[in-house]
């Protein structure tokens, strides 16, 4: 029983990563409806953002926070604003390509200027455990956990008492009726874009202080954030956040119930059965 404990709480600790990770993909794809592939890329680049920082500077992750977020904002604005707004009214298959673009692109100049290494951060002030009546508690990743849920919550305010935050939320209901209103929707796409980067950046900065650092990494998270989508619901922030949780729960424990090298599978056998069931998601329109 302690052992299944353990499962459950790591469980929900990468959970609440997860969750902040699809909360970014989730708002891409509801304001624009356009699926960003380079979502991992972009945490990638926020984890390798905190190391360097670290290494050369001698940046605590933790206070990397900021600068991450920062960074992956005007790297998403741009990004925006010079490639992806000149696809926008393309066909639907440019808008696909580009971002499956931009992805490979980032991950390989990545192999070229840093190679492909794996690296990790070493001691840091988050460095560390709890034992709590039989029950290991890493230290990095509890403050991870309650990192994302701060920035999680902190999303969630914006976005229902803000000007901006209701701007946003009326374009990803209905496009159409919010540019009559008088809404700039090619502003707001550029807005929700360097939003959605930010969010990664901060995930990255937490995830880099326990998780190792290495071109590639993006590739795995992208794939289970886009099943955290789904089972969420496209465009529903409430339901990714839920069904972070969820994929992060059942993960863990699957692996511990089976077999560890089986875990992504199960997280993708949940995706599978999500859209056959109910394609709309758990909280998707």
């Known amino acids: 029983m302690e052992i299944l404990a353990q499962q459950l709480i790591d469980g929900v ?102 190679t492909p290494n794996y690296r990790s951060i070493g001691h840091t002030i988050l460095s560390g455990t709890w034992h709590i009546s039989g029950i290991i508690l890493s230290v990095p990743k509890v403050v991870s956990s309650i990192g ?34 008088g809404i700039n929707t090619e502003r707001i796409n550029s807005l929700s874009f360097g939003i959605g980067c930010a969010l990664v950046g901060v995930a990255g900065a937490l995830l880099a202080t326990h998780y190792y650092i290495y071109p590639f990494v993006g590739g795995t998270f992208g794939l289970i954030c886009f099943c955290i989508v789904a089972l969420g619901g496209f465009g529903s922030i409430e339901g990714a956040f839920i069904a972070g949780i969820v994929v992060g729960v059942a993960q863990t424990v699957g692996g511990y119930i089976f077999n560890p090298a089986y875990k992504l599978a199960i997280v993708f056998l949940i995706y599978l059965i999500t859209v056959w069931i109910r394609p709309q998601g758990l909280m998707g329109w």
């Open 13 to 114: 600790l990468i959970g609440l990563v997860y969750s902040l990770l699809a909360i970014g993909l989730t708002l891409i794809w509801g304001v624009m409806n356009v699926i960003n592939f380079a979502h991992g890329e972009f945490l990638m680049i926020g984890m390798f953002l905190s190391y360097w920082l670290y290494a050369l500077a001698g940046v605590d992750p933790l206070f990397s926070i900021p600068l991450n977020a920062v960074a992956l904002f005007l790297l998403g604005m741009f990004i925006y604003r010079f490639i992806i707004s000149k696809v926008m009214t393309g066909p639907l298959l440019a808008q696909l390509v580009v971002t499956f673009g931009i992805s490979i692109f980032l991950a390989n100049f990545a192999a070229l200027i840093w």
């Open 148 to 181: 994302s849920i701060l920035t999680s919550c902190a999303v969630f305010w914006f976005l229902r008492h803000t000007r901006t935050g209701k701007a946003i939320l009326a374009v990803e209901m209905d496009r159409e009726a919010a540019l009559i209103m």
